[in-house]
């Protein structure tokens, strides 16, 4: 089995993440796989090495490039691939676009970004493309219900399959202190952080800041800690950044408030932290939180109905009402004065959490559903 994945860009970000573990956990699957990029970005290099072979056309024009299409077609008369993987709605039209006349390759595509933050554009080509791919996949039952709800008419035929994390790439065997001094951060701070990047509108950044600001004023020795980028090349501005800036000047706790940028290895951040908080309104699963609580810290998460799904029954994993500060700032606060009680995961063992998320577990199950279609194609 043959499977090419096409990407629009390589900036980090949970899908090009997942594509990496996938690559990097090649092994895995019983068959070869191959990247198709038509993006750029500060994760080329490391994906160049785990992706072999690599094909990319860093030259897209327009939102149908004719050009890009014809580079596809090249690739996949050289790759041979049973089977073309997309996941952005731009790859799903070029990549149907240039199999239009191909019976034989199968169309598959996992949907990552939820309808409500999807523009008016994406929307509308998504639903009118759907219906010529022959496998459509969601990493969540939550993010199918949304789908359902903005009136995609394939909903009820999608595949849910949960991402994979990679273990080795999210867990270090260095101790706290040696990644807070790789990072430069204050060795006797109480270090609460966020992953994810400012410049797109599902994560909740700014809610955690002005929590934050009611939690500094009973935690002297507290820090907040952002591991995302504030922009990328594709998107050269961010508001969430700049309201994030400008409230904790205005709080005035911007000295006591960390951007680090992106980080690799992300372990040494998930390890360096006390409390990881996940705030937001718009995720379609979570790799961030998933991969704090494998590194065994509290997690805070949004009450929104995909973590409520794939946290369900799990310990120290605890859930404010999205958006809401107060009573964040209340969540933080109680885990902050109980921070040295020892790590409980009663309800799911560290077997049973890598079972669960592990990437070898999303292989997998994909690996089985591509061989299901070819069998009964």
């Known amino acids: 089995m043959r499977v090419l994945h096409v990407i629009k860009d390589l900036e ?90 191909n019976h034989h390759t199968v169309l598959a595509h996992t949907y990552h970004v939820s309808p409500f933050v999807s523009s008016t554009t994406d929307k509308y080509l998504t639903k009118k493309i759907e219906k010529k791919f022959d496998l459509l996949i969601a990493p969540s039952k939550a993010l199918t219900a949304q789908m359902r709800q903005h009136k995609y008419a394939r909903c009820d035929k999608y595949h849910v399959i949960p991402n994979g994390i990679s273990l080795n ?40 800041c002005k929590a934050f600001a009611i939690v500094a004023k009973e935690h002297k020795n507290s820090c907040l800690v952002f591991a995302g980028a504030p922009v990328s090349k594709y998107f050269k501005k961010s508001k969430a950044y700049d309201d994030c800036k400008r409230l904790i000047h205005q709080e005035g706790i911007a000295h006591r408030v960390i951007f680090l940028d992106h980080i690799s290895p992300i372990s040494y951040f998930y390890k360096s932290l006390d409390i990881y908080v996940h705030s937001s309104k718009y995720d379609t699963f979570g790799l961030a939180p998933v991969e704090a609580l494998m ?80 069998k009964n194609a």
């Open 169 to 208: 790439r999210c867990i270090t065997p260095l101790d706290k202190t040696s990644c807070r001094t790789k990072l430069k951060l204050q060795q006797d701070a109480l270090l609460i952080g966020m992953a994810g990047s400012f410049y797109n509108n599902i994560r909740d950044q700014l809610t955690l």
């Open 12 to 101: 980090p970000g949970g899908i090009q993440t997942l594509l990496k573990d996938t690559f990097d956990n090649k092994h895995l699957f019983d068959g070869q796989i191959a990247l198709f990029s038509f993006g750029q970005g500060r994760l080329m290099e490391a994906l160049q090495k785990s992706a072999d072979p690599f094909f990319y056309h860093f030259k897209r024009s327009y939102m149908c490039d004719f050009k890009l299409v014809r580079a596809l077609q090249k690739t996949i008369k050289e790759f041979k691939p049973d089977i073309v993987h997309t996941h952005h709605t731009a790859e799903m039209l070029h990549a149907f676009l240039a199999l239009r006349r």
């Open 295 to 374: 590194n065994k810290i509290p997690v805070i998460v949004s009450d929104i109905e995909v973590f409520q799904e794939v946290f369900q029954n799990i310990n120290n994993v605890f859930f404010f009402p999205t958006e809401n500060a107060a009573d964040l700032a209340r969540l933080i606060s109680a885990q902050l004065k109980t921070k040295d009680t020892p790590f409980k995961q009663k309800a799911i063992t560290d077997a049973e959490l890598s079972e669960k998320f592990g990437i070898s577990t999303y292989i997998n199950q994909l690996h089985t559903l591509y061989q299901k279609h070819l």
